[in-house]
C-alpha cells in the first residue's frame, strides 16, 4: 500500500499492512488527494483501525457512506471527501 488505486470512478486504499496510528495517517494521505465529493474505499483490518479510523475520518469533517464487514477480519470503509471549512480566524 502507498498510493490510493481507481477502480472506476472510486479510489481504493489498502492499509491492512499498517497499524495505527499509520492506518490514519495514510487514509488522511490518500483523501488530501482526493477532490471535493469523490470517494474512496479504504481497507482496514479489524479491532484498532476500524475503531480509529472511522472516527478519525469523521471528525476530519468527511462523509462516512459506508462500512462493510468482509467476514475475513476486514472492512470496507466508504468514504466521501468533503470540501474543508475554513477555521476561526
Known amino acids: 500500500m502507498t ?6 470512478k472510486r479510489h481504493v486504499l489498502d492499509v491492512t499492512g499498517a497499524v495505527c496510528p499509520m492506518t490514519f495517517v495514510l ?8 477532490d471535493d465529493g469523490e470517494e ?9 483501525a ?5 472516527r ?4 476530519d469533517g ?3 457512506m459506508k462500512l462493510v464487514d468482509n467476514c ?7 468514504v466521501r471527501k468533503v470540501e474543508a471549512r475554513p477555521g476561526p480566524q
Open 62 to 64: 468527511h462523509r462516512i
Open 27 to 34: 487514509a488522511k494521505m490518500a483523501l488530501d488527494e482526493l
Open 56 to 59: 478519525s475520518i469523521k471528525e
Open 40 to 48: 474512496i474505499s479504504i481497507r482496514l483490518n479489524e479491532g484498532e
Open 72 to 78: 475475513d477480519g476486514t472492512y470496507d470503509l466508504i
Open 50 to 54: 476500524v475503531a480509529n479510523v472511522p
Open 3 to 8: 498510493t490510493p488505486k481507481t477502480a472506476g
